[in-house]
């Protein structure tokens, strides 16, 4: 089969002929539709992280149909829509998985990183934490729900935000184009932030009710004129969004860290404590978060702003985000 794979950090993807993956009991064999394009692939190819399989295949937002179903697998068959997460499997048995936190369950396996992942036309994932994925869903429009989607869907949920309040989505990229219309069909109040006029364009396209362009005011003076955040979502990679986000929030208000700037933060103690500030963080989401959020697009309320490529072109798409020039998802198409 035709695979995207890394053989060492800071090279590029290499485009070769590798056999089609065996799969054991519990797992499942995918012929891939499509696979999304996700920052994280940025840090995972820089070497950031310890690589732990090397060779391997990126690619963590994938969609397709199931072609083999291995020993004991009652959840899928031949013919089914699955899609793998970040997640590729977890113990299911621990103090974490067993209380709706499995993405920190010590055991995680993790898709297109630990394991082969998207990029290629055939994966093995495990049927226990594979999702289905509803029928109405076209696959390009899929395969990035299942991080880009599910990331700020998660955080969205765990950040407590109620019907009328005012939530602000630092970042108008991947995850924060879903982020705008999760928050929207929340019942929030949407503000937009970023630097670019073109993903704020987007954002209003995608129902935010305000944005606010970094770049030409300071936000978090443009947040409080309109009262303040009850909610900041903060997706930009940009160490400084998170204290300008921290002082667009209105008294009792949640910060939720996602995006990974490099280096440390610092925020102020004082101003924390004595607004009722709360900080949390939030990675990925769980299979039921995944279910959810899929149910959420299947309704329409939730649409995928994305642009198909092929396998070949991963290496020019990566050169391009690295540049922050990708608004919206690249969406990795076969035939
Ligand atoms: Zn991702
Ligand atoms: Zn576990």
Request: glycine share 12%; aromatic share 4%.
């Amino acid at each position: 089969m035709k695979a995207a794979v890394l053989h060492k950090a800071g090279a590029a993807l290499s485009l070769e002929d590798v056999p089609v993956p065996k799969i054991g009991a519990g797992e499942i064999l995918i012929k891939v539709k499509a696979c999304g394009v996700c920052h994280t692939d940025l840090h995972l190819m820089a070497g950031e992280w310890r690589l732990p399989k090397l060779p391997v295949i990126l690619g963590h937002e994938v969609v397709g149909e199931v072609v083999e179903a291995g020993h004991g697998v009652g959840n899928f068959q031949p013919g089914d829509r699955a899609g793998v997460p970040w997640i590729h499997s977890t113990c299911g048995a621990c103090e974490y998985c067993t209380s709706n936190r499995e993405p920190l369950c010590p055991a995680i396996v993790v898709t297109g990183f630990m394991v082969d992942g998207g990029y290629a036309e055939y994966v093995k994932a495990a049927a226990s934490h594979a999702v289905a994925v509803p029928q109405e869903l076209a696959w390009q429009d899929a395969a990035p729900i299942l991080c880009a989607g599910l990331t700020p869907y998660r955080a969205l949920k765990i950040s407590g935000a109620a019907v009328g309040e005012t939530v602000a989505v630092w970042g108008v990229g991947g995850l924060g184009h879903y982020a705008v219309q999760i928050a929207k069909a929340m019942g929030a109040r949407v503000v937009a932030v970023d630097v670019a006029k073109a993903k704020l364009e987007l954002a209003s396209r995608l129902g935010a009710d305000s944005t606010v362009d970094a770049s030409q005011v300071k936000p978090d003076e443009a947040l409080r004129d309109l009262g303040g955040a009850h909610v900041v979502l903060c997706l930009a990679p940009a160490r400084e969004a998170i204290l300008q986000g921290f002082n667009a929030l209105r008294r009792g208000g949640t910060l939720v860290l996602v995006g990974l700037p490099p280096g440390d933060f610092t925020l102020p103690i004082l101003g924390s404590v004595a607004k009722g500030i709360r900080i949390l963080t939030s990675g990925v989401g769980t299979r039921q978060d995944l279910r959810e959020v899929l149910a959420l697009a299947a309704r329409g309320k939730i649409k995928t702003v994305a642009e198909a490529c092929r396998l070949e072109d991963l290496n020019d798409i990566f050169d391009a985000m690295r540049q922050g020039k990708v608004s919206g998802r690249r969406v990795v198409a076969f035939p």
